[in-house]
């Protein structure tokens, strides 16, 4: 079974840069799958990030994509997201996803258990 | 705010029926396949229904998916203590170069 796994600093200060890294495992990077990052604030709904294919093409959420930038490394089988300039408005709990789009069974599955970033000085 | 709209929560008691709706426009709901995502308090969502009513495996029969025009739906049958969870529609977004969205989320208490 395919897993992933977020890491990355829990704690960014205001107007830096929030990078956090996705790790696959028990599965290749380089499968017919787009790779997605969703985010979710503190006790509230889910928002899409973005997504990346291996071959270096991505898709980015139009209110987010002049900050964001989604890469993908094969050599260590994992995808990484960054974000500049963040401000309070982007903590939350960062999941990673895998999209088998044109797969039998399709959607976001699985998810990474997610990890919590903090802006905050 | 969300391009899809969900109602903020139901309820209802062990073994009733509850139907969630996710109403859209043409150019997400109505134009593309529908997800539908359960997280369960403290932990990551997870697929429920893929392809507008498709399970996946693992999942129970008492979920069902809908579509028609740009709404979607979710029903539970016999509702359980264990369906108690945040539940998201979600499909693709034509507009804007295209993208993912997702519905605002409902609240199932059972």
């Known amino acids: 079974q395919v897993q992933l796994k977020e890491s990355g600093p829990g704690l960014v200060k205001p107007s830096g840069t929030l990078s956090l890294t996705c790790v696959v495992s028990n599965g290749s990077i380089t499968s017919s799958n787009w790779w997605t990052w969703v985010r979710q604030p503190p006790g509230r709904g889910l928002e899409w990030v973005g997504e990346?294919?291996?071959?270096?093409?991505?898709n980015y959420s139009p209110s987010l994509q002049s900050r964001v930038t989604i890469s993908v490394d094969k050599s260590k089988n994992q995808f990484s997201l960054k974000m500049t300039s963040v401000t309070a408005a982007d903590t939350a709990f960062y999941y990673c996803?895998?999209?088998?789009?044109?797969?039998?069974?399709?959607?976001?599955?699985?998810w990474g258990p997610g990890t919590l970033v903090t802006v905050s000085s | 705010q969300s391009v899809l709209t969900q109602p903020p929560s139901v309820s209802g008691t062990p073994g009733q029926s509850v139907t969630i709706s996710c109403s859209g426009s043409?150019?997400?709901?109505?134009?593309?396949?529908v997800y539908w995502y359960q997280q369960l308090p403290g932990t990551a969502p997870n697929l429920l229904i893929y392809r507008n009513n498709n399970r996946p495996s693992g999942v129970p029969d008492r979920f069902s998916g809908s579509k028609s025009g740009t709404s979607a739906s979710l029903a539970i049958s016999g509702l359980r203590s264990e369906d108690e969870a945040d539940y998201y529609c979600a499909t693709w977004d034509d507009s804007l170069r295209g993208h993912y969205v997702f519905g605002s989320g409902t609240k199932v208490t059972v």
């Open positions: 990346i294919y291996h071959s270096g093409s991505t």
């Open positions: 043409r150019s997400n709901v109505g134009s593309n396949l």
């Open positions: 996803a895998r999209d088998p789009r044109t797969a039998a069974v399709a959607g976001l599955s699985p």
